[in-house]
Nanobody
Framework: QVQLVESGGGSVQPGGSLRLSCAASGYTTSSSCMGWFFQAPGKEREGVASMVTGSGRTYYHASVKGRFTISQDRAKNALYLEIKNLKSEDTGMYYC??????????????????????WGQGTQVTVSS
């Protein structure tokens, strides 16, 4: 059974940083596409960062480039998202996702649309002074 468990969320002041973690079990993270999705209150979930785990190639939504960094630790079967210079609009739930069909050598549009993914339960980030 595939499980993705996020952690690392919390309450942070504007300008602060956070590192979110996603621990994967029952899932082979090599040769896959994994990523992070963000859902602001009252809005739809959208992809913010992804990684082709085999090559390490990363992709970012234009709105987060320069502030978000996705990384992995294959030995730990873990995925991370570092967020710097947090803003109030970063408040919401962050979800870890992994493509169901692997191996893959790219992150497809389907992955970014959120279809055919495994999901974690999410971790809440609140940015407030």
């Amino acid at each position: 059974q595939v499980q993705l468990v996020e952690s690392g969320g919390g309450s942070v002041q504007p300008g602060g940083s956070l590192r979110l973690s996603c621990a994967a079990s029952g899932y082979t993270t090599s040769s896959s596409c994994m990523g992070w999705f963000f859902q602001a209150p009252g809005k739809e979930r959208e992809g913010v960062a992804s990684m082709v785990t085999g090559s390490g190639r990363t992709y970012y939504h234009a709105s987060v480039k320069g502030r978000f960094t996705i990384s992995q630790d294959r030995a730990k079967n873990a995925l991370y998202l570092e967020i710097k210079n947090l803003k109030s609009e970063d408040t919401g739930m962050y979800y870890c996702a992994a493509v169901r069909t692997s191996p893959v050598d790219h992150c497809s549009e389907a992955f970014w649309r959120g279809s055919n993914n495994y999901w974690g339960q999410g971790t809440q980030v609140t940015v407030s002074s």
